[in-house]
């Protein structure tokens, strides 16, 4: 039986090891990837305003939304990012996957909840992407 040295099995084991972790960060803010996709939610510089902005959003639908929608919509509880009349990104923090009341199925909620702020933020061009309660991506760049 051939034994390999200690050495080259550490030296190995070293490789491996900064090689798995040459991918990791530290940085707080979500970057998008080379499709533009932004995987975590990012990081909420002002948590007053995002709050303010789902309060507003949730009325709205309770007002002038589908049944799917008005479903959705409490879901919602913090909505991140610039919009205005002509560009933005949203990016929609919720409690899918984390609620007391379980969603049955995610992707569905998180299309309503962007096809709602698409009809509540009329931007020629924007997106908006819907997050689980751990700020991972359950649906990215609905286009508004």
Same mark, same amino acid.
């Given at each position: 039986?051939?034994?390999?040295?200690?050495?080259?099995?550490?030296?190995?084991?070293?490789?491996?090891?900064?090689?798995?972790?040459?991918?990791?960060?530290?940085? @707080?803010?979500?970057?998008?990837?080379?499709?533009?996709?932004? @995987?975590?939610?990012?990081?909420?510089?002002?948590?007053?305003?995002?709050?303010?902005?789902?309060?507003?959003?949730?009325?709205?639908?309770?007002?002038?939304?589908?049944? @799917?929608?008005?479903?959705?919509?409490?879901?919602?509880?913090?909505?991140?990012?610039?919009?205005?009349?002509?560009?933005?990104?949203?990016?929609?923090?919720?409690?899918?996957?984390?609620?007391?009341?379980?969603?049955?199925?995610?992707?569905?909620?998180?299309?309503?909840?962007?096809?709602?702020?698409?009809?509540?933020?009329?931007?020629?061009?924007?997106?908006?992407?819907?997050?689980?309660?751990?700020?991972?991506?359950?649906?990215?760049?609905?286009?508004?």
């Amino acid at each position: 039986m051939k034994r390999t040295p200690r050495i080259g099995a550490l030296l190995a084991l070293g490789a491996v090891l900064i090689a798995g972790t040459a991918g990791c960060s530290t940085e @707080e803010a979500a970057k998008p990837d080379k499709v533009g996709v932004v @995987e975590k939610l990012p990081t909420d510089t002002d948590k007053a305003r995002s709050k303010q902005n789902a309060a507003e959003f949730r009325s709205w639908v309770e007002k002038h939304g589908t049944a @799917e929608q008005k479903t959705a919509a409490p879901r919602v509880d913090r909505i991140i990012g610039e919009w205005n009349d002509q560009t933005g990104n949203a990016y929609i923090s919720t409690d899918i996957n984390g609620d007391k009341t379980p969603v049955k199925d995610a992707q569905a909620t998180a299309t309503a909840i962007a096809k709602a702020f698409a009809s509540w933020k009329d931007s020629k061009e924007g997106y908006a992407s819907v997050y689980d309660v751990f700020g991972n991506a359950v649906l990215t760049n609905y286009k508004f």
